[in-house]
């Protein structure tokens, strides 16, 4: 039989053929220009738009940054330079990069210690940023804003290390009552903090400042690009808690408390944030005790934190929000009263659901502290458009400064917003 | 025989304030109130004698007394005679007015960023990534700077189109470019203009009422009424119509080079362009973003029933998509205009007289009554800003699913 049939066929192929590659115009790269770039012939036209946008905005922009001049002393050289071309003078950069920096008042000797700030301020951000670090390092963190304190006004060491031993004095007794109730650890932190620093203050001699280990500069003569990282930094710190606070206190059942916290939210919320600029730089020092001279810095960054605490209220609120009342059920049926449900059922969660909401303000709050120098503070804009542009030296060159600063502005904030997204999808520990 | 007796009635203890649920929160309470108390007392205290000590005292007398400031850009009459309250107003209408150009330019740049950000085409969509990421990522503060530089530094002089051969032009002989700021025809309404305004009002009502009787005919009988071009009709012959009947009335007045400078026509100055430019492409940006996450947020499975019940794609998205779409879209976006408002008041850095250069600036440092101006413009914003939340809040209720 078997051989009858081998006759009866003349070929029969015993090993399978191998796949033929797809034809050229339907695989690799055609296939994704075709699929991406011209798939329609609506599409196609929106393509060249596109690429004709493109090349409007560089053959505009690459010749005249990559022809730019870095070495003059002023405009007017560097213009002698170019001799008619359109090009930029860097040199504006190169020559006053320190102003942009740090404002024109601070010595250039003492530049390294807002440097090694900034540089310890990495390694403080660190382990609150990336979970995976180990525990203890947070114990810098909470060291970080005395270091950074000195380092950047200088004076007297005494002063930071009473704030900080204020700080450690509140904490252990804090812990120590807390097994008790959390309102007593709570107030009865506060008070030992309070007692500290009113005996610490009294302990400080007069005119330690003077010979301090670092010299003090005032904090008129912060400027510059540092002076928006201080603002931003220090002021969405110290509104994260005080956010929280006022989130609690308006999902609380005492009409009284919640009254005032949506009083104060929805105010600040309502209002622009350069009007409360206007109230740090014109009113609010007849709110102060006369005689008492608090520096604008302090103000501002009163207004400032004001301001933010407020939007990072709402953001708080709408994880509070978020969460399934069976939560807050479930922690009253363990038994835990208030402050446990809150620190350690509610708040954990409804942070985790925040955090890219808490980002954006963030992002945002740093965006803001240019405007600053509206109310005359030499922030890098105050920079840009008072000393620089008004020097003989340089006045005319505005876009390579409006360059740099956006530079800046654009790494820092689009770093922030890469980080909340890495974090989002990190703490994604749901429904994948 | 056991009789029940009732346990014996606890006596209030001091320590029942704190540890009693009962008595817990007023105590609480309590404590709030005093600590408010006592911050309002100490902070006031202090207002009263710092306003002692520097002679002051709190009236808004000064809002009657005249101005003696020249504001350059105004909508209704000013002059430097006028009083104080009277350039305040003049502040409030500029704020209004730039808010108002904003928020729809705002609304344009957005949605068709959105839009194209979910584009097939690759290109165009990195395209508006990178618009997106640019704006939102450098300070408003520094684009209202650079577009003012664009609009000063830039721009040629008026006396740049002077001459046989000048050396600018100007844009279909109608828009001026320059330095000052930018100059378009202004329209003049001769006699029996205001018909053909009325008929051109009358004839958008037009538009919804039939648009409203399509939907009623489609919903009670099925039978589908064309609906863009009787709509493109009904806005547009009427009023055509109504121009060449009335012998047209309404003419434009074109800005002609008048000696060193423009006359004629509106002008528009550069920090308004700037203001209105700036916050329109950096509010732009977040609103592209709004946009994308509310179609996005249309479940895939939405879009497919349609398919699968046979409407057509451009009813798809009228009847399904959009509806669902607008619903997450609008609340952000009516909270970007409450920005777009707040924002308007950078105006003070590029020298545009809305209401806080005028009342918060130079008012302010003229009179030196800072307690009072500043209140005044607080409240303000303040209103706007509550007037659109209860706006919003409308909305809310409106748009909310209708659920059991």
């Not at chain 1, 002023?74 to 006053?96: H, K, N, P, Y």
């Not at chain 2, 165009?124 to 704006?135: D, G, N, P, Q």
Request: charged letters at 10%; aromatic letters at 12%; a positive charge.
């Amino acid at each position: 039989m078997s051989d009858t049939h081998a006759q009866s066929v003349a070929f029969v192929r015993e090993t399978a053929i191998p796949p033929a590659a797809p034809p050229s115009t339907a695989a690799g790269p055609v296939k994704w220009v075709r699929d991406n770039l011209f798939p329609t012939w609506a599409n196609a036209l929106l393509t060249v738009a596109a690429l004709y946008v493109i090349w409007l905005v560089l053959s505009s922009t690459l010749p005249w940054i990559l022809g730019g001049i870095w070495n003059t002393n002023s405009l007017a050289a560097c213009r002698e330079i170019l001799d008619g071309r359109s090009a930029a003078c860097f040199s504006v950069l190169t020559e006053r990069w320190h102003q942009l920096l740090y404002g024109f008042k601070y010595p250039s000797e003492l530049y390294w210690r807002p440097n090694l700030a900034l540089l310890l301020l990495f390694f403080a951000a660190a382990p609150v940023l990336f979970f995976d670090l180990p525990r203890k390092l947070l114990i810098f963190t909470g060291l970080y804003p005395f270091i950074a304190y000195w380092l950047i006004w200088g004076g007297t060491i005494l002063a930071p290390l009473v704030a900080l031993a204020g700080f450690i004095a509140g904490y252990l007794v804090y812990a120590r009552l807390v097994k008790a109730s959390f309102a007593k650890g709570f107030l009865g932190g506060i008070a030992a903090a309070v007692i500290v620093w009113g005996i610490g203050g009294y302990l400080i001699p007069e005119g330690a400042s003077d010979r301090a280990m670092l010299e003090a500069i005032p904090s008129r003569d912060l400027g510059g690009f540092m002076l928006n990282l201080m603002l931003g930094v220090t002021c969405v710190s110290l509104s994260l808690p005080i956010g929280i606070a006022l989130a609690l206190g308006r999902q609380s059942h005492l009409p009284l408390i919640k009254g005032i916290c949506v009083v104060f939210i929805e105010f600040i919320r309502g209002v622009p944030l350069i009007t409360l600029l206007f109230v740090a730089s014109v009113m609010l020092a007849y709110f102060f005790p006369p005689e008492s001279t608090v520096d604008l810095f302090l103000r501002v960054v009163i207004m400032i934190t004001m301001f933010s605490s407020a939007y990072i209220a709402e953001v708080i609120r709408g994880g509070l929000a978020a969460l399934p009342k069976g939560q807050n059920e479930a922690a009253d049926s363990l038994g835990l009263d208030y402050a446990q449900a809150i620190r350690l059922i509610i708040l954990p969660q409804a942070l985790k659901i925040s955090i890219p909401g808490i980002v954006n303000i963030a992002v945002g709050l740093f965006k803001d502290t240019t405007l600053v120098s509206v109310i005359s503070l030499f922030d890098i804009v105050g920079m840009i458009r008072g000393p620089i542009l008004a020097s003989t030296d340089w006045n005319g060159v505005y876009w390579e400064l409006l360059m740099f600063a956006s530079v800046l502005f654009f790494v820092v904030c689009y770093g922030i917003s890469q980080y909340s997204q890495w974090l989002e999808r990190r703490l994604a520990t749901d429904h994948r | 025989m056991t009789t029940l007796t009732d346990p014996p009635k606890e006596s209030f203890k001091l320590s029942m304030l704190l540890n009693d649920t009962r008595y817990r929160s007023l105590t609480m309470q309590a404590i709030a109130a005093l600590l408010l108390a006592l911050a309002i007392v100490y902070l006031g205290n202090n207002l009263i004698q710092n306003l002692r000590a520097a002679g002051l005292n709190i009236s808004y007398g000064f809002l009657g007394s005249a101005s003696n400031y020249d504001i350059n850009q105004t909508l209704i009459e000013y002059s430097s005679r006028s009083t104080h309250l009277r350039a305040a107003v003049v502040g409030i209408l500029n704020t209004l007015l730039v808010a108002l150009l904003a928020c729809a330019t705002a609304t344009v740049f957005g949605v068709i960023a959105g839009v194209l950000r979910l584009s097939p085409n690759w290109l165009v969509r990195k395209l508006m990534a990178v618009y997106v990421e640019i704006f939102r990522n450098i300070p408003v503060l520094i684009w209202i700077i650079i577009i003012f530089t664009v609009m000063t530094a830039s721009m040629p002089a008026p006396s740049a189109f002077r001459g046989e051969d000048p050396a600018s032009s100007m844009l279909f002989g109608a828009f001026a470019f320059t330095n000052r700021g930018v100059y378009v025809p202004a329209p003049v309404w001769g006699a029996g203009s205001m018909v053909v305004v009325a008929v051109f009002v009358l004839s958008i009502i037009g538009v919804f009422a039939y648009r409203r009787y399509a939907t009623k005919l489609l919903y009670d009988t099925g039978k589908l009424l064309p609906m863009f071009w009787p709509s493109v009709g009904i806005f547009l012959l009427p009023a055509i119509l109504a121009f060449f009947i009335m012998g047209s009335p309404i003419g434009l007045d074109y800005p002609e080079l008048k000696g060193f400078n423009f006359g004629g026509g509106i002008k528009i100055g550069a920090p308004l362009i700037a203001l209105w430019f700036a916050l329109s492409i950096y509010t732009g940006a977040f609103i592209a973003e709004n946009v994308r996450a509310g179609i996005q947020a249309v479940s895939k499975g939405q879009t497919e029933a349609a398919a699968a019940l046979g409407l057509r794609p451009g009813r798809v998205m009228n009847l399904v998509v959009l509806p669902q779409a607008l619903r997450v879209i609008i609340p952000p976006l009516i909270s970007q205009y409450l920005n777009i408002t707040k924002n308007s008041s950078l105006a003070i850095a590029v020298g545009y007289a809305d209401v806080t250069a005028t009342l918060g600036g130079i008012t302010l440092n003229q009179t030196g009554r800072a307690i009072e101006c500043v209140l005044l413009l607080m409240l303000f914003y303040l209103t706007i800003s509550l007037l659109i939340s209860a706006f919003m809040n409308v909305y809310n209720n409106a748009a909310k699913l209708k659920e059991r």
